[in-house]
Each structure stands twice: as structure tokens, then as C-alpha cells.
């Protein structure tokens, strides 16, 4: 079992950057693919990025390609979201999730964290 932790959200300016953490509990978090997903107010949670258990694949929606970067820690059991050039559009909570594959999907992930506030203002 893993507990996940997300820790950095905060309020930042358009054009600003943050770096979010998700701390794991648990002795097999290098074995996992771990996720952010994000949910705005009044839509559905969305697929953020990817990455497999060891850090060789890494995947992005296309909505935050070329800004967004996720990379992972497994001596530290952390995962890592450093969000660049931040869009208003971005605004939501962050979630990280763990599972068996790095998918795109809400369901291919088993654990899931409670969540860190984003607010980009314009």
C-alpha cells in the first residue's frame, strides 16, 4: 500500500512557476508509475503527466507539453511537477496518483493523494 502526500500549490502570477511534491509512504514506491491529474471547479478531473517507475518514459497532455515537467525521486520517495510559464488556465487542484502502468487515465491508478491548490491569477 502507498500513502501520497502533495505539498507546493500555492498563488501565483501568470507567467510564474511553482514546483509541486508528492511524498510516498510505503516501501515499494520505485516499483509503481506515478501520475498528475488535475481538477478545475465544475469540470471533470483531467490527465496532467506521467511517469514510469523508473523515470525513462515520461508523459504530458498536450496542454502543458513544453511547460510542465515530471520527474521522480525513488531514493526519496518524491515525485515532482515543475510547472513553468503558468497560464490562469492552469488553476486547479493537483492530485498525484500511483499505479501499475503510466497511463493517461483515471483508472490505471490505484492510490491517490488529497490534493494541492493551484491558483495562477492574470
Same mark, same amino acid.
Given at each position: 500500500? +502507498?500513502?501520497? %502526500?502533495? !505539498?507546493? =500549490?500555492?498563488?501565483?502570477?501568470?507567467?510564474?512557476?511553482?514546483?509541486?511534491?508528492?511524498?510516498? #509512504?510505503?516501501?515499494?514506491?520505485? #516499483? $509503481?508509475?506515478?501520475?498528475?491529474?488535475?481538477?478545475?471547479?465544475?469540470?471533470?478531473?483531467?490527465? +496532467?503527466?506521467?511517469?514510469?517507475?523508473? =523515470? =525513462? #518514459?515520461?508523459? *504530458?497532455?498536450?496542454? %502543458?507539453?513544453?511547460?510542465?515537467?515530471?520527474?521522480?525521486?525513488?531514493?526519496?520517495?518524491?515525485? $515532482?511537477?515543475?510547472?513553468? !510559464?503558468?497560464?490562469?488556465?492552469?488553476?486547479?487542484? *493537483?492530485?498525484?496518483?500511483?499505479?501499475? %502502468?503510466? =497511463?493517461?487515465? !483515471?483508472?490505471? $491508478?490505484? $492510490?491517490?493523494?488529497?490534493?494541492?491548490? +493551484?491558483? %495562477?491569477?492574470?
Amino acid at each position: 500500500q +502507498v500513502q501520497l %502526500v502533495e !505539498s507546493g =500549490g500555492g498563488l501565483v502570477q501568470a507567467g510564474g512557476s511553482l514546483r509541486l511534491s508528492c511524498a510516498a #509512504s510505503g516501501r515499494t514506491f520505485s #516499483s $509503481y508509475a506515478m501520475s498528475w491529474f488535475r481538477q478545475a471547479p465544475g469540470k471533470e478531473r483531467e490527465f +496532467v503527466a506521467a511517469i514510469n517507475w523508473s =523515470g =525513462g #518514459s515520461r508523459y *504530458y497532455a498536450d496542454s %502543458v507539453k513544453g511547460r510542465f515537467t515530471i520527474s521522480r525521486d525513488n531514493a526519496k520517495k518524491t515525485m $515532482y511537477l515543475q510547472m513553468n !510559464s503558468l497560464k490562469p488556465e492552469d488553476t486547479a487542484v *493537483y492530485y498525484c496518483a500511483a499505479g501499475k %502502468v503510466a =497511463g493517461t487515465g !483515471s483508472h490505471d $491508478y490505484d $492510490y491517490w493523494g488529497q490534493g494541492t491548490q +493551484v491558483t %495562477v491569477s492574470s
